[in-house]
């Protein structure tokens, strides 16, 4: 276990940094209503137990501790304190979470009926949804009510990402999630009024399919020419943006017509178009759960002790995805290096890739810095691969296959899979990073960089205002870091 560096503590509680167990839980006691004798006894009672306690409130703090003070009073007197809105960022509660924590000797994990209630900012409209405008902040199951919605909107950010819109594209994206977020299918435009991140082209295309059912521009860019090809070559594994429109202004629309026109491709293009009718069939949870196995034999064979993690979507809860996402580590730093080499092998000994490119790992932190922009490539050892998953065909066989072949023949399918190690340092920013969603993690880092001056990556976190990395070893301790709830990853499908 590699001790968590500690917070930088100020002068007036340098005196428990010894002792200090909680470091990135900071915790704020209101004197309201309490008094200064008993704020002091619960404060000497918390350090002697391991607790952060601050003095003064400031930005650091994650927990507010109350008694006999309403949400909004807390919430008045907090926004009287530092000017600004702090409903976003720290968990105002009751008094019953400390005196649970102080029994437990840790902080137990936030529920409601610690909470304190603060009712929405009174403007005149009893049915407003407060809803948080960064979708790190906000809480998007699978499972939503707006799919009717979103499905529109997401093909509009897809066609702005094939003319490299990014912009636009994004936009379209996080009106997507805020939908995706609400507890109830939307019925009409008057229900929208309070929420975040709708703007005006998103605004009208809701409007169109609330009234007739379905967008005219959604369906013409669904039926275009262009948006098929584009959506058709990109599919292609090791094809972009880029290469795909280079093809389309070719005249080149399918992978069939790459063939046909000997389109010259480079091994990953190869690869891509030979298989291109398994890769487009989405990933079980059932087979991600076959590779796994599979793979954990491998990484246990090759490096016993190092772990083995299934990241994306599927870490998310999802019952299809397009590939499987693996992350790989050990416990002892240092004992990671070689080790995706070794996978390799061992997997390819047993035929069972049927591709596979290995990218170094480039990361240097006292070269790259925190000054490079947040930027979404990481830059891991990282293998991009295509694996050959044996199935019997009963499983998967038509009826009339499934009766011809009555011996249990062995096929088998192509699924890409995507291997990532990382140093056990930087494990909890990896698990973080290649969780997703997509928008998730470019809101976390948005997040990081606008309201607290971070830069977060998927290898480490850096404060930029005190100058220094702020380590940690699980997700739990840099969503507090960053000020925010926790999400579980079965929240996060932003
Ligand atoms: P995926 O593209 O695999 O998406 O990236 P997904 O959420 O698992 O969904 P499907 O089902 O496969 O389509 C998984 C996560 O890994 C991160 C992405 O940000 C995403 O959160 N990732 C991916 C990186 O950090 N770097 C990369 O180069 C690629
Ligand atoms: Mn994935």
Known sequence: MIPLKRRKISHTESHQNESCKFPHVPIFILERKMGASRRSFLTRLARSKGFLIKEAYSSAVTHVVSENNSGDEVQSWLENQTGVDTSTS??????????ESMAAG?????QDKHRLKVNPKCNGDDNVILMKSYACQRRTPLKHHNLFLTE???LLAENAEFSENEGRSVAFRRAASVLKALPHRVHSMDELKSLPCLGE?????IKEILEDGTSREVESTRQSEQFQAMKALTGIFGVGVRTADRWFRKGLRSPTD???MGQPLNRAQQAGVQ?????QKPVTKAEADVISDIVQQAVCAVLPGAEIQLMGGFRRGKEFGHDVDFLITHPEEGKEEGLMAKIIKWLEERGLLLYQKTTRNSYLEKMDGPARPPNNMDRFERCFSIFKLQISDRSTGSHAERS???SETLSWRAVRIDLVVSPYCQFAFATLGWTGSKLFERELRRWAGQEKHMSLSSHALYDNNQKHYLRAQTEEEIFAYLGLEFIPPSERNA
């Open 258 to 260: 790459l063939i046909r």
């Open 152 to 154: 529109a909107l997401e």
């Open 275 to 279: 298989y291109y009718d398994d890769l």
């Open 90 to 99: 720290v968990h105002l509660l009751d008094v019953s979470w400390f005196t």
């Open 404 to 406: 011809v072949s009555q």
């Open 106 to 110: 840790r902080p137990v994990t936030v």
């Open 201 to 205: 082209h998103s605004q009208r295309v």
